[in-house]
T-cell receptor, first 114, second 111 residues
Framework: SAVISQKPSRDICQRGTSLTIQCQVDSQVTMMFWYRQQPGQSLTLIATANQGSEATYESGFVIDKFPISRPNLTFSTLTVSNMSPEDSSIYLC???????????FGPGTRLTVL | QQPVQSPQAVILREGEDAVINCSSSKALYSVHWYRQKHGEAPVFLMILLKGGEQKGHEKISASFNEKKQQSSLYLTASQLSYSGTYFCGTLSQGGSEKLVFGKGMKLTVNP
């Protein structure tokens, strides 16, 4: 398994501002993912964070809105830019571990945009 | 393509059994099961691989029917701690290495 930490755990932000969420893993991993989970909903993949290259975004998510960095094999950041109340969600990072790429999730960042 | 989970919600008394189903329209390479308690992150329970290999939780079992593109999670003699939302995530054969999650099944276990 992997131990994953995220910062901040929660935040309340004003419309139009940006928030950067950090994800730290206790071991080197190839695959890191960022998910969004709106209240009572399923897990929606935002992007795959690739070390040494641009992140790969899913349909409906764009780099200008959700820029991602992956400077090394243990760390990634997700920025939620120009926030609106619709961005209020839990944001989770996840890593794939082992030959079967079993995914483990970080504790999440609960974001409220006013 | 998002897998379909059924039922959407179940209420049990402690000690009763439950089955959670997950089906896909695509041929699957693996199925991953998670449990999420309110306000917490999803916790990995089990992975089922094409070819029948199974890894995961010692008190929860699961099956994977590759031909039917279905998986079921079996919770026997449920405990209060089993309450939460159960998600299946699927990896398609020949697809990218990205899990696609179902909408979840909310399980409530009462004393």
């Amino acid at each position: 398994s992997a131990v994953i930490s995220q910062k901040p755990s929660r935040d309340i932000c004003q419309r139009g501002t940006s928030l950067t969420i950090q994800c730290q893993v206790d071991s080197q991993v190839t695959m890191m993912f960022w998910y969004r989970q709106q209240p009572g909903q399923s897990l929606t993949l935002i992007a795959t964070a690739n070390q040494g290259s641009e992140a790969t975004y899913e349909s409906g998510f764009v780099i200008d809105k959700f820029p991602i960095s992956r400077p090394n094999l243990t760390f990634s950041t997700l920025t939620v830019s120009n926030m609106s109340p619709e961005d209020s969600s839990i944001y989770l990072c996840s890593v794939g571990v082992g030959a079967t790429d079993t995914q483990y999730f970080g504790p999440g960042t609960r974001l409220t945009v006013l | 393509q998002q897998p379909v989970q059924s039922p959407q919600a179940v209420i049990l008394r402690e000690g009763e059994d439950a089955v959670i189903n997950c089906s896909s329209s695509k041929a699957l390479y693996s199925v991953h099961w998670y449990r999420q308690k309110h306000g917490e992150a999803p916790v990995f329970l089990m992975i089922l691989l094409k070819g029948g290999e199974q890894k995961g939780h010692e008190k929860i079992s699961a099956s994977f029917n590759e031909k039917k593109q279905q998986s079921s999670l079996y919770l026997t003699a449920s405990q209060l701690s089993y309450s939460g939302t159960y998600f299946c995530g699927t990896l398609s054969q020949g697809g990218s290495e990205k899990l696609v999650f179902g909408k979840g099944m909310k399980l409530t276990v009462n004393p």
